[in-house]
C-alpha cells in the first residue's frame, strides 16, 4: 500500500481505533484514502467539512438476535445485522449476506464499497449492507423459511422503499428474498414492491436482475479490453466462485465468444479445457444445489479438491466468490501464464499485495465497485419499473445495464485521466465515486 496524504492519515488512524478487530473494513478505507490524496489537495473543501472523516462513520448501525428453531426442534440464535451507511444521494441499498465468516466488520466493509459503488452509477442510491452469521449450507427449505422469517420479523422496521432497500449476495438468492418479502409484506400489511429487489418476475422482479452481476462484470471487462486494443472474444477466462454472479459471467463470456475453462467453489475447483458446459452447471449449481465434484462427474471435467483456482492459467480473470480471494503469490503466478486483464465480480477480492502485483505488471485492473456495479443498477431498474407499475423486456432491460456498465467504465477512464493516473481504473473509480457523494453532503450541511 502506498502512503496517504497527511490530510488522510490521521482519518485512517482514527478508523482503525474506533473500529477494533475489523480488518476487512480498514482494508477498504484504506483502499479508498490512498486514492483521494489528489482530490484533497484539490479541493480543499472536502477537507474543511470534514467530509471523509463523516463518511467513514455508518450513520447507523443495527445489530440484533435471530432466534429460530431446526427441523430437530432444537432453538438456533444467530446474530443479523443492518449498516446502514449513507443516505446523501438515496435510499440505503445493498445486499444481504448469509454465510457464517458474517461479522460486524464485513458488514461495514461491504457497506462502505457499497457507497462509492452505487454513486457512481449515477443512480439515485445511497450504501448500506446486511447479513448474518446463520450458515445455510446443509439446511432445508423449512429451516431457510423460519430463519428468514425471524431475520425479516426484526429488520422489516429499519426498511421501506424511500429507506431502505436490500437485495441478495453471498448465500442470499430468488428463494430467500422470497421468504423475506412474504414476511415483510406480511408483518406490514403492504405490497410495498419497492422494499427489496432481487424478487421473483411474478411479483414485481426485473428481467435481468438474476444475470446482472456476471453479465455486467463481462460488459465491463468487454469493454476495458477493447479500450486498450484487445478484445473478450477468444480470451482464456477462469472464473472464481460457481454461484449467482459467478454462472452468469461464464455465461456472457461465452456469449461474447470466449473460453471459459475453470469455476470453484469453497471445496476445489473444476478445469475443463474445452469450455465449462454452461447447462450441466446450472443443473447442478443452480437447480439442484450440488457440488462441482458432480459437475465433473457428469462431464468428464477435471476436478480438484482444495487449491486455488487462481493456478489454472488464464489471459482474462473474473473473481466472482468471495472477498480477499487473490494472494501476492496467486497474482504473481497468474501474471506469470500471461494475464491480461482482471475484472472483480466479487466485493475485493484482490488482496492489497495482488492488486499491488496486477498494477505493476501493467495488468488491466478493474475494481469491483466498478465491474460489479451491474447488479445494483438493475436493482435501481426494477425500483424503477416498481415505481412505474411497470415491466420492461429482457432485451430492454440488458440494453440499458450494458449502457449503464458503458458510462461506469468511461467516466472511470475520464477520472483517471483527469487525475494523471490514465488508465488506473481504481484511482478513476474511487475518486468518481466518492466526488459524487462528498458535493451532496456538502450541500446538505452538517448532517
Ligand atoms: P452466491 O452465494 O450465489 O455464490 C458465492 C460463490 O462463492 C459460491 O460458489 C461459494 O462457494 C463461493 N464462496 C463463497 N464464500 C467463499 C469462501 N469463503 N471461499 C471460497 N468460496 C467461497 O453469491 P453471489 O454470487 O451473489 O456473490 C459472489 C460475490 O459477488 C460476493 O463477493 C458478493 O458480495 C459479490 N456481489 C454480488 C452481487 C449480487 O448481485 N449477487 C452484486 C455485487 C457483488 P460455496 O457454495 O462452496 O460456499
Known sequence: MTDLHPELEPILAEVTHRNPAEPEFHQAVHEVLETLGPVVSKHPQYADAEVIRRLCEPERQIIFRVPWVDDAGQIQVNRGFRVEFSSVLGPYKGGLRFHPSVSLGTVKFLGFEQIFKNSLTGMPLGGGKGGSDFNPRGRSDAEIMRFCQSFMTELHRHLGEYTDVPAGDIGV??????????????????????????????WGGSQVRTEATGFGAVYFADRMLRNAGHELEGQRVVVSGSGNVAIHAVQKAQELGAVVVAVSDSDGYVVHEDGLDLGVLKEVKIIERERLDEYARRTGAQHVSGGSVWDVPATVALPCATQNEISGTAAATMVRHGLIAVAEGANMPSTPEAVA???????????????????????????????????????HTDARLRETMATIHDTCVATADEYDAPGDYVVGANIAGFTRVADAMIAFGVI
Open 173 to 202: 438468492g430468488g428463494r430467500e428474498l422470497g421468504y423475506l418479502f412474504g414476511q415483510y409484506k406480511r408483518i406490514t400489511n403492504r405490497y410495498e414492491s419497492g422494499v427489496l429487489t432481487g424478487k421473483g418476475l411474478t
Open 357 to 395: 502485483v496486477f498494477r505493476g505488471a501493467g495488468v488491466l485492473f478493474a475494481p469491483g465497485k466498478a465491474a460489479n456495479a451491474g447488479g445494483v443498477v438493475t436493482s435501481s431498474l426494477e425500483m424503477q419499473q416498481n415505481a412505474s407499475r411497470d415491466s420492461w423486456t429482457f432485451e
